[in-house]
């Protein structure tokens, strides 16, 4: 009897024991197979993270495990595979998407189902805004912050006549939305000439270069990016549509996008990017070298947004000190942590990090495309007050 | 409209912009063409419309990058990896052609398609694999970087070369089909088969031949483009849909129609990004829905062979009693699975219910209706929407929602089926798909009523339904109740009628029985019971995308009615099952789980096509 009782005894303190080394999962869902480029320097990212989080002996005492899906850019696949992670992978908390709508839809799911969800890459405003909720968090800036970003370099350009292109979805739609409105408030004197909406992907680049020129603007604006955007250039480069006519460019100067174009860059763009050889501050430099001593490769913007999503989420649960969801999403609001990119912030009033992104020109530097002149732009100066920001986020 | 008058406008003032719009649209018309005249030679041929044939341009183009990089800078080193990607592209088609497509010849339409999508699918995680993820940038052809101005407006030297390389290699098309002994031989084949092959010809060797040229040119398509644009992992499916229209407006097997169409839609969209800049993506199907609804074989098409079905079925007979008593077991299964089973498993089992309606939706007409709908997610997708935005704008119930899905979906159905009237097999199929297209498009960029990519969100169930259990409850019993229904009426006197307008429509119409109406009420019943489906996935997903009514939802509706077996009217029910199980444990558990799938996808093209519903029964039927 008395043999059975510490036998038991034991076996509850094992089981104890076994869940408190059982690692914390982290349900993570992307574009894998839809968006190679920008996903798999993004799985590196993380993965490092998680072994640096583990090598310092984990949160809470517990190991953190990612366990990721491929959500073959389909928000149907996304929403079934949130459901899967939550209940079958017991997963503490939903984490990553690359796409808007895909984003959107899983922070749908959080909300209806009570879950953290903290998005990674999706750039739409609406995700912490008109859409936003109690449970979704968004690490990188907005389309509107780094529209933002690039209005104020606008607005010192002479230029009068813009013009702007974008892919004909929410994307560029809310990207030029928010470039005109910030710019003209800026420059009433400012007017816009021609607008082209190419499909995502398909772009009729020579058509639309001369229907650009057509209009003769001053400046354009530019939201095209991937497979777009070396045709756009290509064309623009061959008619003549860059001579002395600034160019604005969301997102350009970003590896995954500038690498591609090698020694056809085009010179003297205002981007907003990653210039990640140039950045020598501390932080970065640390990032860096071990991303290198790791993956034998350079990192690029998806391997930062993946390796400060999971510092994010380790530094958010060990403020909250367990992995309740609600006590979770109490301590991101207002959480403040050290990144690659300098010190950011989760602002408790729209779940927004501070997290910003790097303003500059492009330029050709030994037959590669590169970032110059640049600028850290700190996401918290590119945001609208307290009071609009208010009006647009639903309250409780 | 204002933005169209100001350029209108600005056009009248500076005449010489319209000429170099021609010319670039000219330029993008030769690219078009290159990619099409293959597509159209292999249909002509061998009555094979090639999927994968987007690939090829998109192997070409990677090819071409790898090969110059090879050969070193000089003209020298670009045309020689040109030519070099075009040759193993070639080669590329010969082992597709030999492998798969050899035996799939005498096969009705359906079967080709599917597993030349599987080829797309294993070249793409091929490429993925060879190549990697990131776009590559081959250089500009040498010589030809530069631009001319004529009249003042300054035309790529390269879009130059482009517009002279179409009416070349038209003429050289020309010249090998009317004045080589191959050319002779390749059409005798066309004409009769068997005839040729009793004069003596391997004509085995001849369609090999045909589907190698097929696929040179488009290989040769994607290494041209290679001075414009990237080599990226998406071209294969951006190229072939604008190739399809081309080769359909201007008549399947015209190689002469294709450079029509090619020119055709190259202006007009060239112009109408002036006018209508939002309106790209809709353009080119308006287009090809026109010319199709005007002449039903393209523009210099010939009214084509009636499409082929597999061999005769046996008639219909009710449900034997061990069916009927294995579908109630099954359903008592199905009750109990709550009790026994929680979370995911209900989820999965909700995706399955639905799915296996959409399957048995398309399934009518497939099987008995003998109609290939290869846009069969127009009607799912306009279903998700019925419910979506029926909720969005009017903040209907959900009882309201999904019976707004289901009416809908029924109107889409007339509507298509009435403009799909005079079609049929390949035309249906494309005509089909360009309707799905256009109402994807409308979806995806009439933001102010859609919310356009971002979709509709917050469409959860009501209170009474909101637990898995209880949705799940609902969806087997609207879904199993969809499903009975399609069977009573495949069964009932409609049924029949449909089933001789297939096998016999002249026989039927001598009969009385008005074949046209019956086929049209198919698509609006087929359209109904696929709207109740998307209406219900609406619900359960919490939201409504554009992605609902986009081609790989139509490619998955024909996966699981072929898996289960098209003769089989239990079919789309298994077919659901296997394939949503498949596709699960792939996406969460392999990493190049499109290769796997599209191999899965060819293999059943090849070899079982009576699918698995179809094995069984065979097994059953046996002594």
Known sequence: MLRRAILGFAMCLAATVAVAQEPIRIGEINSYSGMAAFTLPYRNGWTLATEEVNKAGGVLGRKLEVVARDDAARPEDAVRLAAELVTNEKVALLAGTFFSHIGLAVSDYARQHKVLFVASEPLTDALTWEKGHRYAFRLRPSTYMQAAMLAEEAAKLPARRWATVAPNYEYGQSAVAAFKKLLQEKRPDVSFVAEQWPAQGKIDAGATVQAIALARPDAI??????????????????????????????????????????????????????????????????????????????????????????????????????????????????????????????????????????????????GKGAMVDWRYADGARYLPDDAAVRAMRPQQ | MDSALATLRLMAAEPSFALAQALTGLASASSLFLVAAGLSIVFGVTRVVNFAHGSFFMVGAYLAVT?????????????????????????????????????????????????????????????????????????????????????????????????????????????????????????????????????????????????????????????????????????????????????????????????????????????????????????????????????????????????????????????????????????????????????YVLVLAVDVAILALFAASLHLLLGPGGMISFGHAAYFGIGAYGAGLAWKWLAAPMVLGLAVAPLAAGIAGAAFGWLCARASGVYLAMLTLAYAQIAWSVAAQWLAVTGGDNGVLGLWPAPWAASPAAYYYLSLVLCGGGILALRLLVHAPFGQFLRAGRDAPRRAEALGVAVGAQQWLAFIVAGAFAGLAGGLFAYAKGSVFPTYLAIPRSVDGLVMVLLGGVQSLSGPVVGALAYVGLADELARGVALWRLVLGAAIIVLAVAFRRGLAGAVGDAAARP
Request: charged share 15%; net charge neutral; glycine share 12%.
């Open chain 1, 221 to 366: 604006f530019n939201v095209t990016f991937g497979a777009d955007l070396p045709r756009f250039v290509r064309e623009g480069t061959t008619r003549g549509l860059f001579r002395d006519r600034p160019v604005v460019s969301l997102l350009t100067g970003e590896p995954e996008y500038l690498d591609p174009m090698k020694d056809e860059t085009p010179e003297g763009w205002i981007v907003t990017g990653y210039p990640w050889e140039a950045i020598e501050t501390p932080e970065h430099r640390a990032f860096r070298d071990a991303y290198r001593a790791r993956f034998n490769d350079y990192p690029r913007q998806g391997s930062v947004v993946g390796y400060v999503m999971i510092k994010s989420i380790a530094a958010g649960i060990a403020r909250a000190g367990s992995t309740d969801t609600e006590k979770m999403v109490d301590a991101m609001g207002g959480l403040k942590l050290a990144t690659p990119f300098g010190p950011i912030e989760f602002r408790a009033i729209d779940h927004q990090a501070t997290l910003g992104a790097y303003v500059g020109r492009t330029a050709v530097r030994d």
């Open chain 2, 67 to 343: 090969a110059i990089g090879w050969l070193g800078g000089g003209a020298a080193g670009f045309w020689g990896g040109v030519v070099v990607a075009v040759l193993g592209v070639g080669l590329l088609g010969v082992l597709v052609e030999v492998a798969i497509l050899r035996r799939l010849y005498a096969a009705p339409e359906l079967f080709q398609l599917l597993a030349t999508f599987g080829v797309v699918l294993v070249i793409q995680d091929g490429a993925l694999f060879l190549w990697g993820p990131e776009d590559l940038l081959g250089p500009r052809a040498p010589g030809l970087r530069g631009a001319v101005e004529i009249f003042g407006q300054r035309i790529p030297t390269y879009d130059l070369f482009l517009i002279a390389v179409g009416p070349v290699v038209l003429v050289l098309l020309w010249l090998a089909f009317r004045r080589t002994r191959w050319g002779v031989l390749v059409r005798a084949a066309t004409a009769d088969r068997e005839m040729t092959a009793a004069l003596g010809v391997d004509e085995r060797r001849l369609f090999t031949g045909v589907f190698a040229l097929g696929a040179l040119l488009a290989g040769l398509g994607g290494a041209l483009q290679v001075p414009r644009e990237t080599a990226n992992l998406h071209m294969d499916l951006n190229v072939i849909a604008e190739a399809f229209v081309v080769v359909v407006v201007g008549g399947m097997g015209s190689v002469v129609g294709a450079y029509l169409a090619a020119l055709v839609i190259g202006v007009v969209h060239a112009f109408g990004i002036l006018l209508f800049p939002k309106l790209t993506l809709v353009l080119v199907f308006l287009i090809m829905a026109v010319v199709l609804v005007i002449r039903p074989a393209g523009l210099l098409g010939e009214r084509g062979a009636a499409s082929r079905q597999g061999a005769p079925e046996a008639p219909l007979r009710p449900a034997s009693a061990r069916l009927r008593w294995t579908a109630a077991a099954l359903f008592a299964a199905l009750l109990a699975l709550p009790a026994v089973a929680g979370g």
